[in-house]
């Protein structure tokens, strides 16, 4: 199914689509503006009838405001991971009933293939947990700077730049927590 089909609430593999946008976590919230397991913009949740935080709110109620999104935007209204919604696939989620308070599950690794040997599978390892006061030293210089954009992670980043988020870490003393980055700064690559 592209962005350009159309799609009935019925036919949506909801938990397709969260695994690709969350990992299946439905209730992440990690800091780049987006929450839950759809992924969903504080001001989409809030005109399609989400109260209080996407992250706080169970699988159910995250997708009853994806079908109200469904039906005014289509599937592109996630234009990247639309494109999973026709999925037969079945996945089991984390976080089902939401999240009271900052979460985000990184010890799992996902590798499903999801079409024709493509391969969209989340390759970071978090098998370490890096926090505050964690010393990382790096093994390269910088070569260059980058603009964090929305939904970047930081093992996204570096695999993008050939290199370790633990390596990025290092370049970069004003990342305090790892798991939590923003988008607009400028870091060391």
Same mark, same amino acid.
């Given at each position: 199914?592209?962005?350009?089909q159309s799609?009935?609430?019925d ?7 969260? @695994?690709?946008?969350?990992? !299946? @976590?439905?209730?992440? @919230?990690? !800091?780049?503006g987006?929450?839950? &397991?759809? *992924?969903? =913009?504080?001001s989409?949740? @809030?005109a399609? %009838?989400?109260? &209080?935080?996407? $992250?706080? #709110?169970?699988r159910d109620? *995250? /997708?009853a405001?994806?079908?109200r999104?469904l039906?005014?935007?289509? /599937? &592109?209204?996630w234009?990247?991971? %639309?494109?999973?919604?026709s999925s037969?696939?079945s996945?089991?989620g984390?976080n089902?009933e ?6 985000q599950?990184?010890?799992s ?5 999801? $079409? *024709?040997? #493509?391969?969209? =599978? *989340? ?7 890096y926090?505050g006061? #964690?010393?990382y030293?790096?093994s390269r210089?910088?070569?260059g700077?980058?603009?964090?954009q929305a ?5 996204? /980043?570096?695999?993008?730049? !050939? ?6 870490a290092a370049?970069n ?5 790892a798991?939590?980055?923003y988008?607009?700064?400028? /870091?060391?690559?």
């Open positions: 199914m592209t962005a350009a799609a009935s609430a036919d949506v593999n909801w938990d397709a689509i969260a @695994n690709c946008e969350s990992g !299946g @976590n439905w209730g992440i @919230n990690t !800091g780049n987006y929450y839950g &397991g759809l *992924q969903f =913009s504080q989409t949740w @809030n399609y %009838g989400g109260s &209080g935080s996407a $992250s706080s #709110a169970s109620e *995250q /997708i405001v994806a079908e999104v039906d005014s935007q289509g /599937i &592109g209204a234009p990247v991971c %639309g494109q999973y919604g037969g696939q996945y089991s984390t089902t939401g999240s009271s308070g900052y979460s599950d990184t010890s690794s996902y590798s499903e293939d999801y $079409s *024709q040997g #493509a391969d969209y =599978s *989340q390759s970071a390892d978090y098998s370490s947990d926090s006061g #964690a010393d030293s790096a210089e910088a070569t700077t980058y603009e964090i939904g970047d992670t930081l093992s996204s /980043i570096a695999e993008a730049h !050939g290199t370790t988020w633990q390596d990025l370049l003393s004003g990342i305090v927590d798991n939590l980055i988008a607009g700064e400028t /870091i060391n690559v």
